[in-house]
């Protein structure tokens, strides 16, 4: 699997705002950057440490599930 980096972020388009990883390469305050299903772009307002693999996020979201009823 290719572990490239991913930063937990803080993006903003108009009055709406969202958090999500995105990849280091996009990671930079004042950036803009697509994302998958959303029209426009959007500007990375703040990056937080630490960076996760691709690894890591996939099964950290396999653990939280696991712990959701609705999942079960």
């Known amino acids: 699997m290719n572990d490239v980096l991913s930063f937990q ?3 903003r388009q108009g009055g709406s705002c969202i958090v ?3 990849e280091r ?6 950036a803009r ?3 998958e299903g959303e029209p426009g ?3 990375v307002v703040a990056v937080y440490e630490p960076p996760r693999t691709a690894t890591w996020l996939m ?5 939280v ?4 009823r ?3």
């Open 65 to 68: 599930h696991k712990g959701l």
């Open 33 to 35: 950057v697509e994302l």
């Open 9 to 11: 972020c803080l993006l």
């Open 70 to 72: 609705s999942f079960r």
């Open 41 to 43: 772009l959007w500007e």
């Open 20 to 22: 999500t990883w995105i």
């Open 59 to 63: 099964d950290n979201a396999r653990r």
């Open 25 to 30: 390469r996009g990671a930079r305050e004042h």
